[in-house]
């Protein structure tokens, strides 16, 4: 109860969103602060070519760029170079050497007619006439030739060329043509070029020419010879670029020994462990920015479900410190686990009670924050239980966790008695055990009989712990935040609870009537969708303070004189009125629920004792109506609401003589629209469709009640006594 005024104390210092942000950066720091270990990169003090003193694995799978880029080269080196074969360049080199006999020809032809004209003149003039035919040659063959043949072969060779006959011209170009393109039909590279030209002046030394046309031809020849098949560095490149490009990047894998115990560290696994982060002085930030990446997701997760709940302000704050209290709970006894394995070298993760939490929760709260309870915890547990290996994720643990825990919350669905607790976790060790073997097989696990026994163990112990776990924390926080949880409604609704022992004995007809009300309250609340088990429990206990006075309360006055017959109207109004202080006196005292104590104070509202009131006004003048009104508070609830119609229809129908549908039907309709003038519902969020629907399930659940019920005297309007 020190906790709970605690709480109220701070919710009065703070608003409701500075409430709700200081929960959960207090929570978003705490789970930091306790997965920060199991994130942060262990470093370790290695100097190259030094001896490794210990074995180190890597905590996550990276790329080795460097190694990569290596094997790239290497792959892009074994390329070999690409040649294109064209085989239109040795018709073009057929062609040009035709071509240039041709104007060797033509050539010798004008100056043929030159020399006709001219005969008989000096030597000097003969040798400006050759000057004159070479010149005509070279422009002839600069003017039509796409190729500047006269850069290539020189002068002296187009003389020999002039000055050859035409039966050794003609004999030369058969030899030249004929060889160049036998030989130019053949695959030649640029440096094939220089020893395929000495084969063919071998050639042409062998066909007998004159030695002037010889040695042209010669010139010639080596002109004509060039390289057909050429480099092509553009699909060179797209070749090596291609075997670039299959490389599969070299990876470190997780888990994999990066340097063995006693190995040297060569420059390699020096560069590796540089890498991978796990020098000393060289510490990445990485792993932390994506653990506040993993809070911020997680508190996401927690915070927007709460603020979308349609519940009262101080109610949410209850369950949100009761969530984070659960959660942070789990994740220490998650880490405590996970450090004592750390110790002995066992693997504990199994024996995580995964279930607990979940199922508090579910209790607690609701089954949808039992199932986000699951699915954080498993997703913490796949960073905690990480196999040895910091930085890294174990999914086997998380599918664990989360399937724990939903069986947990599964089996709890239905009824949610102590008895069934202990029983979900049978059935949650039944469970745990299957996935173990499913983890196992599904991995083809490598296990001895004695492995298989030891982790079967953890799993058993696991689903006992969560179920024991969770009976012996419930208590603590119901009753540290007063909370009405399901579990605790079952308690207070078992007939051996001292209170309802004390109705039955000291007020059997109240105890009677608490029943009936009971009945109606509870199928009508579950008819519009509230809080059914509630509406039962709270009508048990709505009018416990009657056992203070039990016989001043028709249902008791079993065979005995009305005492209400020999008091004055405002001492019966007291006596009556009073029951309500005395009952919430009662609850309190014995420390009840915050919610049945407000159905207690809450069941009359401020309606008005009519037969008392209409009794005073007779007998007195100046009777105030307010002074016989209860004193409220008018429901702030639709349970309480509807027990408050409940327990006056009830009382009503056992007044009538002859409670036929209609009579009854009628009665209720009237009491409820009595109700509604008073403005006895204004106070409580219930729509006219969901007075309907009560109306309608009252009347259907009355029919079966037959017990007739004293009336007193008068006015018929006047004959129904309130409580």
């Not at 720091?29 to 070519?49: Q, R, S």
């Not at 083809?444 to 689903?463: C, D, H, L, P």
Request: aromatic share 8%; hydrophobic share 45%; glycine share 6%.
């Amino acid at each position: 109860m020190y906790f709970q005024k605690y709480i109220k104390n701070i919710r009065k210092i703070l608003s409701y969103k500075l409430f709700m942000s200081l929960v959960f950066l207090v929570l978003g720091l705490l789970l930091f602060a306790i997965l920060y270990t199991n994130v942060k990169p262990e470093t370790y003090d290695m100097e190259l070519f030094s001896v490794a003193d210990k074995t180190i694995r890597s905590p996550k799978t990276i790329e080795d760029e460097e190694k990569t880029e290596e094997e790239r080269k290497k792959a892009a080196g074994e390329v070999e170079d690409v040649y294109v074969y064209k085989k239109e360049v040795a018709q073009n080199r057929v062609l040009l050497l035709t071509s240039i006999f041709d104007f060797v020809n033509e050539a010798n032809q004008e100056g043929a007619d030159k020399k006709e004209k001219e005969e008989g003149k000096k030597e000097k003039e003969r040798t400006q006439l050759a000057a004159a035919k070479l010149a005509l040659l070279k422009s002839k063959l600069t003017a039509d030739v796409t190729e500047d043949v006269t850069e290539k072969i020189s002068d002296q060779t187009l003389t020999q060329l002039l000055a050859a006959s035409p039966e050794e011209l003609e004999k030369a170009r058969g030899v030249l043509i004929n060889n160049v393109e036998s030989i130019m039909n053949d695959k030649i590279r640029e440096d094939q070029v220089n020893k395929i030209s000495t084969v063919l002046i071998d050639r042409i030394k062998s066909a007998n020419l004159e030695k002037n046309v010889e040695n042209a031809s010669i010139e010639l020849g080596k002109y004509a010879i060039i390289a057909n098949e050429v480099y092509d560095a553009g699909l060179t490149e797209e070749r090596k670029q291609r075997a670039m490009d299959e490389v599969e990047p070299v990876k470190i894998l997780q888990g994999q020994i990066v340097v063995q115990e006693g190995h040297l560290i060569d420059r390699d696994i020096y560069r590796q462990l540089d890498t991978l982060g796990l020098l000393k002085g060289k510490p990445s930030v990485k792993p932390f920015i994506g653990l506040a990446i993993f809070v911020l997701l997680s508190l996401g997760a927690i915070y927007i479900p709460f603020t979308k709940w349609k519940e009262p302000e101080e109610k949410k704050q209850s369950y949100v410190l009761i969530f984070g209290i659960v959660f942070v709970g789990a994740i220490l006894v998650m880490k405590l686990i996970s450090l004592v394995a750390g110790l002995d070298q066992y693997d504990l993760s199994y024996l995580f009670p995964a279930a607990m939490a979940p199922m508090l929760i579910r209790v607690m709260i609701n089954e949808r924050f039992g199932l986000l309870m699951a699915i954080i915890l498993a997703a913490c547990g796949s960073i905690v239980f990480h196999d040895g290996i910091s930085g890294t994720i174990d999914v086997e643990i998380a599918l664990y966790i989360l399937f724990s825990g939903l069986a947990g919350i599964i089996f709890l669905s239905d009824k949610n008695e102590r008895f069934n607790l202990l029983r979900a976790g049978m059935v949650v060790s039944v469970v745990n055990v299957l996935l173990i073997f499913f983890l196992q097989f599904i991995g083809s696990g490598q296990m001895t009989n004695m492995e298989y026994v030891y982790f079967i163990i953890n799993g058993a112990v696991s689903g006992i712990l969560s179920a024991v776990l969770t009976m012996g924390i419930l208590p603590f926080l119901e009753a540290g935040f007063g909370i009405l949880s399901t579990m605790r409604l079952i308690e207070l609704s078992n007939p051996n609870h001292p209170l309802l022992k004390k109705i039955l004995i000291e007020a059997p007809g109240t105890y009677h009537h608490s029943v009936m009300v009971a009945n109606l309250a509870e199928l009508a609340c579950e008819a519009i969708g509230a809080n059914g088990f509630l509406a039962r429990v709270g009508a048990y206990y709505h009018d416990i303070g009657k056992t203070k006075r039990p016989h001043f309360f028709i249902e008791n006055q079993m065979k005995m004189e009305n005492p209400h017959n020999k008091l004055e109207p405002a001492t019966s109004k007291d006596i009556i009125i009073a029951h309500v202080t005395d009952g919430v006196a009662e609850l309190k005292k014995h420390k009840m629920p915050k919610e049945i104590v407000d159905i207690a104070e809450q069941h009359h509202g401020t309606t008005l004792l009519k037969f008392f009131y209409y009794k005073a006004v007779e007998i007195f003048d100046d009777v105030e109506e307010a002074d016989y009104r209860y004193p409220g508070p008018k429901p702030q609830f639709i349970e309480a609401a509807v027990i408050s119609l409940a327990d006056c229809v009830e009382a009503a129908v056992r007044s009538l003589n002859q409670p036929t549908p209609e009579a009854i039907k009628s009665l209720v309709d009237s009491i409820v629209q009595d109700r509604l003038l008073d403005g006895q519902l204004n106070e409580c969020d219930i729509t006219m469709k969901q007075l309907e629907i009560i109306k309608k399930t009252f009347c259907e659940t009355l029919g079966g009640i037959f017990h007739s019920r004293i009336e007193y005297p008068g006015n018929k309007e006047q004959k129904v006594m309130q409580k």
